[in-house]
């Protein structure tokens, strides 16, 4: 049972330039989260998708945007590189409906780690 | 808004020890979901525990156990008998009341197990 696959797992960009990152979500799951984690501290939530749609968003400018897929997996593109992207991308996966109480634990990936120089 | 405040940037502890990870959080919602994440050095988020603000006991999960003091809002993670592997970096987090995929985490601590 494949967990959550993230691709690609280290990428080097210029400032300016525009990057996707690509992730397939645990089997069985329908939902796809993306979090953004910065050296030394803890992750933030960037934005959320369920059915192909976008349904919840953190404090992210428009140049993060995402896309959902309809076997459920999802890639993260950021236009207009900042050096201060420079992160670990993590995507996690999880089943259900996407609001109100929890009912199950997210599965996160090993992440991408995106070095903007 | 809600917020996630762990105090100890890092630890240490001797194998086969218990070791407590504090764990502060501020939030004005009613229902809210804690949890602990593990982070290896490998970069992924291991799900350890999950504790339901309207849980009356402490949740439990093999050597992890959660300290949860509503009162006082604190939702401290205490692992028993510490071996080697559980070096690695310990995130708190929470859910708001609408959402259970939006998870707030904090700074982390760093675990280190000593032989």
């Known amino acids: 049972d494949a967990g959550v696959t993230q691709s690609p797992t280290h990428l080097i960009k210029t400032r300016g330039q525009q990057v996707t990152l690509r992730c397939s979500p645990k089997s069985g799951h329908d939902t796809v989260s993306w979090y953004q984690q910065a050296l030394g501290q803890g992750p933030q939530f960037i934005f959320q998708?369920?059915?192909?749609?976008?349904?919840q968003r953190g404090n992210f400018p428009d140049r993060f945007s995402g896309h959902q897929f309809p076997n459920y997996s999802s890639e993260l593109n950021v236009n207009a590189l900042l050096l201060g992207d420079s992160a670990l991308y993590l995507c996690a996966s999880s089943s259900g409906t996407p609001n109100g109480p929890y009912n199950s634990p997210l599965h996160f990936g090993n992440g991408t780690r995106l070095t903007v120089t | 808004a809600q917020k996630i405040t762990q105090t100890q940037p890092g630890m240490f502890v001797q194998e086969k020890e218990a070791v407590t990870l504090d764990c502060t959080y501020d939030?004005?919602?009613?229902?809210?979901?804690l949890f602990w994440y593990k982070q290896p050095s490998s970069g992924e988020m291991i799900f350890l525990i999950y504790?339901?603000?309207?849980?009356?006991q402490n949740a439990t999960e093999g050597r992890y156990s959660l300290n949860f003091q509503k009162a006082r809002k604190s939702a401290n993670l205490v692992i028993s008998a510490s071996q080697l592997g559980d070096s690695a970096m310990y995130f708190c987090a929470m859910t708001p009341e609408d959402s259970s995929y939006k998870l707030i985490f904090g700074s982390g601590t760093r675990l280190l197990v000593r032989p």
């Open positions: 939030t004005s919602d009613q229902s809210y979901g």
């Open positions: 998708y369920y059915e192909e749609e976008e349904r």
């Open positions: 504790q339901g603000s309207y849980d009356e």
